[in-house]
């Protein structure tokens, strides 16, 4: 027997998350059994735990976008039985089970080793939004942006991808402008390498078509108004990364900045990305992040805490990462 949080739904459509004991016979089909060591809460999962997004695409699903840990059984060449592996993404918590279980039975082709330089838990604390985060920085690097380039703005910036994204521009010598809704934690945000944090209102409303240029570069974790005037404020030539819709979904902009600055806008996937992507990704990662990034970024919880949190997350109530422990 082993424990994992199961999100059911009844005839009346309404969802229900609890806490179960589950057999390894019930685990979905995949020809690597891994036994989890630590998983994460990110936005994805808190709407798919509290109902508030329709994420989980059949029932009853575990939900969970992240996982590490060891294989107990493999009928894959590419992983032998006590190998560490990692896996983000693939439509892990939505279509397939997930890893807010103390086991998870999965495709061999979504998992890659867990990478030198950082342990189980570190790859936990960084997760999907740091690995997005990272991801986000390399489209800005193969289009040419340097710390020369001028100020890279990060939207949502108290979230684990802006917290992340911060850190590691601020590492590779940018200068970095953080927007949060949460003025009071400035203080975090420039220890991460923030140089300055400005109020979100500045960039939440309905703007401008065309603005004044300031931002050789942004990381939007928000979307809908804030992606449009993010852009609308770029500068001639600059690069803009969409990897969020805290905001919304939509996209209230006009051509302005594409066809008459050279604006490019890059929408960064992290779920299908190729194997050769994640790895680059988490090769850097294991370069730039220091043992002290993990504590600031992030927090441990239980899979017992992982419903609560999950409603906290969503109110704004959460900065940074959030390790699941098992």
Known sequence: MFRALIIDQNEERKQSCTLSNLEESQLPEGDVLVQVNYSTLNYKDALAITGKGRIARSYPMVPG????????????????????????????????WGGLAEKARLKSDWLIPLPAGIDAKQSMAIGTAGYTAMLSVLALEKQGVTPASGEILVTGANGGVGSYAIRLLNRLGYKV??????????????????????????????????????????????????????????????????????????????????????????????????????????????????????????????????????????????????????
């Not at 560490?84 to 918590?93: A, H, M, S």
């Open 177 to 326: 402008v953080a927007s949060t809704g949460r003025m009071a934690e400035s203080d975090y945000l420039k220890s991460l390498g923030a140089d300055e944090v400005i109020d979100r209102n500045t960039l939440s409303e309905p703007g401008k078509p065309l603005q004044k240029e300031r931002w050789a570069a942004v990381v939007d974790c928000v979307g809908s108004h804030t992606l449009a005037n993010a852009c609308a404020s770029t500068k001639y030539g600059g690069v803009v990364t969409a990897c969020g819709l805290a905001q919304g979904l939509d996209f209230p902009a006009s051509v302005a900045p594409f066809i008459l600055r050279g604006v490019k806008l890059i929408g960064i996937d992290s779920v299908m990305r190729p194997l050769a992507d994640r790895i680059e990704a988490w090769q850097r990662l294991s370069e730039l992040l220091q043992a002290e990034d993990f504590d600031v970024i992030s927090k441990e919880i239980t899979l017992d805490e992982a419903a609560d949190t999950a409603s906290a997350l969503l109110d704004g109530k959460v900065r940074g990462r959030v390790i699941v422990a098992f």
């Open 65 to 96: 976008i992240d996982l590490v840990g060891k294989v107990l059984q493999s009928d894959s060449d590419r992983f032998q039985s006590g190998d560490l592996v990692l896996l983000n993404g693939f439509g892990v918590g939505e279509m397939h």
